[in-house]
């Protein structure tokens, strides 16, 4: 970098053609850029040129090299720069050329850039904030903590949330200044869980020690954050959320907490088990099976007889709940056994049954499947549509079945299954 910038024509094409065009060089450039333009004006001035160099080779790394460099090389470079990015960008795009700007963080681009992050279009100003590496508040400007701060409700809890989760510490501690004082309390658990995630704990303690009250109830609905690092904090927490249990408002919540907290009251293994039996239970929900997954972890002999409870019921199981009733013995009487040949029961909670069944249900199934298989045969004809699906439902029910059940009674029928009346 000094040499070419000092007119040396050969160390000037090494250091295009050799370095700032291969990736692998990459860290080394920037590393080189930090030292190199803090030694002085001629430091300074040199990486101004590499960087006049890297931006018709590789735009991106010449933002990189604006960013880890100083202030004075920005100074002789921004006009170039500047002019470069306004003929590049297209307005209210998020383009390269917006990426570019956020990379170097120059709060010259703010002008470019404030329009995506205030646009009310969720899919613009999530792709702004989400399309470089880091996300830098810098490109937002000096007054960036004002103006976010009077962004629409909506926009503020997303994208301060974002500032918080994909910049660097500057923007953690932009997204926790301004949630000490936002209003909405959605907003500010919004950055409480983005920080969270960031293991941001000092942040997080100070946001909820000034947090209102209303804050401190929207997260103990929440399973995120699940433990504070703060001990006095966490007690107010664990004990809003005991309050929350008890109050029963939210049965994914409430299996939540007492899954994490690993209870050892005689009666919270208990209370997973109502909560998960109960026909109230939101099953559909998308968190449902995640919460029954915590609480197998905790409780696996409440959660399974509770799912086993589900089926006998004919209630619905949370996705991928089967695999929790590994280990439960196959049955061939009862409740359970009785619904997976029955072609009313629902099919999701026929599926679950399929999984159940013992060796004495598996082969009346299989003694059906041949049956329909031979009035095929004698019939000479395709099956009529209620055959059909009656015919793919058995197979189905044997196909979902364990193992030990299936090969205990398929030996008579084994010959006979292979022959589909769709063959």
Not at 234 to 247: D, F, G, P, V
Not at 250 to 261: C, K, N, R, Y
Request: glycine residues 6%; negative net charge.
């Amino acid at each position: 970098m000094r040499e070419g910038a000092e007119g040396n024509v050969e160390a000037r094409r090494a250091l295009r053609g050799d370095i700032l065009n291969w990736t692998p060089w990459e860290e080394s450039i920037l590393f080189a850029c930090e030292r190199l333009s803090r030694e002085g004006a001629a430091g300074a001035q040199a990486v101004a040129a590499a960087v006049h160099d890297a931006l018709t080779i590789d735009p991106m790394l010449a933002a990189e090299m604006i960013y880890r460099a100083v202030p004075e090389v920005w100074e002789h470079v921004k006009e170039k720069v500047i002019a470069f990015a306004g003929r590049w960008h297209e307005a209210a795009k998020v383009d390269r050329a917006a990426r570019f700007m956020i990379t170097s963080g120059q709060p010259e681009f703010a002008p470019y850039i404030w329009p995506l992050i205030s646009s009310p279009d969720s899919q613009i100003y999530l792709y702004a904030l989400r399309t470089a590496r880091r996300f830098r508040p810098s490109v937002l400007g000096p007054d960036a903590q004002k103006r976010l701060s009077e962004l629409s409700e909506n926009s503020r809890r997303y994208v301060l949330a974002e500032i918080g989760r994909r910049s660097g510490f500057d923007g953690m501690e932009l997204a926790a200044a301004l949630a000490k004082t936002d209003p909405s309390p959605h907003v500010v658990v919004e950055i409480v869980q983005s920080l969270q995630f960031r293991r941001a704990d000092r942040h997080v303690s100070e946001i909820l020690r000034a947090a209102s009250d209303d804050v401190w109830k929207l997260v103990a609905k929440k399973n995120y954050p699940d433990k504070l690092a703060d001990t006095s904090l966490n007690t107010r927490l664990a004990k809003l959320r005991r309050a929350e249990i008890a109050n029963d408002t939210d049965p994914i919540l409430a299996i939540g907490i007492l899954a994490e907290q690993k209870s050892d009251e005689h009666d919270a293994g208990e209370r997973v088990e109502q909560l998960i039996q109960s026909s109230e239970f939101p099953v559909r929900n998308q968190h449902a099976g995640g919460a029954v997954r915590r609480a197998f972890e905790t409780y696996p002999r409440q959660t399974a007889g509770a799912l086993l409870n589900r089926v006998a019921t004919g209630f619905e199981l949370p996705y991928g709940a089967e695999e929790f009733l590994a280990d439960a013995a196959p049955l061939d009487d009862g409740p359970i056994a009785a619904a997976a040949p029955d072609k009313t029961t629902p099919e999701r909670v026929a599926r679950a049954a399929f999984t159940l069944i013992g060796p004495k249900t598996v082969g009346m199934m299989m003694d059906q499947l041949c049956a329909l298989d031979d009035e095929f045969e004698q019939k000479g004809q395709a099956l009529g549509e209620a055959a059909g699906k009656e015919y793919h439902r058995l197979i189905d029910a044997i196909i979902a079945s364990r193992d030990a059940p299936f090969f205990a009674r398929c030996s008579n029928a084994h010959d006979r299954i292979g022959r589909g009346a769709y063959d």
